[in-house]
């Protein structure tokens, strides 16, 4: 069994970019800059958060941090987007979400430019994704892709199956997938909570990629030997034996679908710290579509 080390591939995409930066600088180029705006004090969304602008300040990029107050109105935040998108030496910005009741999310999405939209979250970059044309491909699918790619797994004529239809992670990657080119190919199959006899076609399965957000959904007996396991779950369970009172669990039954998989990612250390590698590539592409 493979394990599928998100962690190390995050830590070697960041060397990569963090080369290019250096490379940047050495011919007088301005650096690729990262804005992420936090509305209120969610406590995840502020690790979450914290935890990009430094991954920005290790790579050599800038970034700066917009922090705004909860009771801010739609309107002014649109304000504050609308500068955004008009800041030239900005090539991309993250609205970080969830947004305060208050304010209509999908109104703020669709206010940012979509050149700027480096969570790839804009109608226009979900519909070049899927055109195949030049598009930021949001961080999670895209990070499962390379995980694919550099561990080559084969994917080329594998049945897929994927469980959940989100429009940040089952919807995009049951597209990518069956798209041409590495990690591509795949004959897909999209399942959800409304699929009936879903174990029947798990266990039909050369790859499954679990985005459900129900703890360890997937056991042993739902998948066939030898397939590639991608799980995207992060589940907080409450654990009152360890210091921070809850752990992190994936969709999957780690120990036991480990020992029947052929690959298989880890939670901790799978796809989660791929997210913030792929957002930092999406900035670095920003930066040179924006030169072109
Ligand atoms: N909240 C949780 N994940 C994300 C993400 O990838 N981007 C943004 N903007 N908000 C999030």
């Known amino acids: 069994m493979i394990r599928l080390d998100g962690k190390a591939t995050a830590n070697t995409i960041k060397e990569e970019i963090k080369e290019k930066v250096s490379a940047m600088k050495i011919r007088g180029e301005r650096v690729p800059h990262l804005a992420a705006v936090l509305v209120g004090n969610d406590g995840a969304s502020l690790t979450y958060v914290g935890s990009k602008v430094r991954s920005c300040e290790y790579v050599g990029f800038e970034s700066t941090l917009i922090r705004l107050e909860e009771t801010i109105t739609e309107e002014a935040l649109l304000t504050q987007i ?107 199959t999209v399942a959800h909570s409304r699929t009936e006899n879903l174990a029947e076609l798990t266990r039909q399965a050369d790859i499954v990629v679990m985005a459900l957000g129900i703890p360890e959904y997937l056991t042993a007996d739902m998948i066939k030997e030898d397939a590639v396991i991608i799980d995207v779950g992060i589940t907080r369970v409450e654990d009152k034996n360890h210091p921070k009172g809850y752990v992190i669990k994936g969709d999957v039954a780690f120990d036991e679908v480990a020992q029947k998989a052929s690959h298989i990612t880890p939670v901790p250390g799978g796809v989660g710290p791929m997210t913030i590698a792929m957002l930092l590539q999406n900035t670095l592409l920003a930066r040179q579509w924006n030169l072109a």
């Not at 969570?119 to 970059?125: Q, R």
């Open 82 to 188: 609308d500068a955004l998108n008009k800041d030239e030496k900005l090539d991309g910005y993250i609205v970080q979400l969830p947004l305060p009741k208050h304010i209509d999310e999908e109104k703020i999405l669709l206010a940012i430019d979509p050149k700027k939209d480096v969570d790839g979250f804009h109608p226009a970059n979900f519909g070049r994704m899927a055109l195949e044309l030049d598009a930021f491909i949001p961080a999670t699918p895209f990070g499962i892709m390379q995980l694919l790619e550099r561990y080559e797994v084969p994917t080329s004529g594998k049945h897929c199956v994927v469980v959940g239809r989100s429009h940040i992670v089952g919807r995009p990657i049951s597209i990518l997938m069956s798209q041409k080119g590495l990690a591509g190919n795949a004959t897909v």
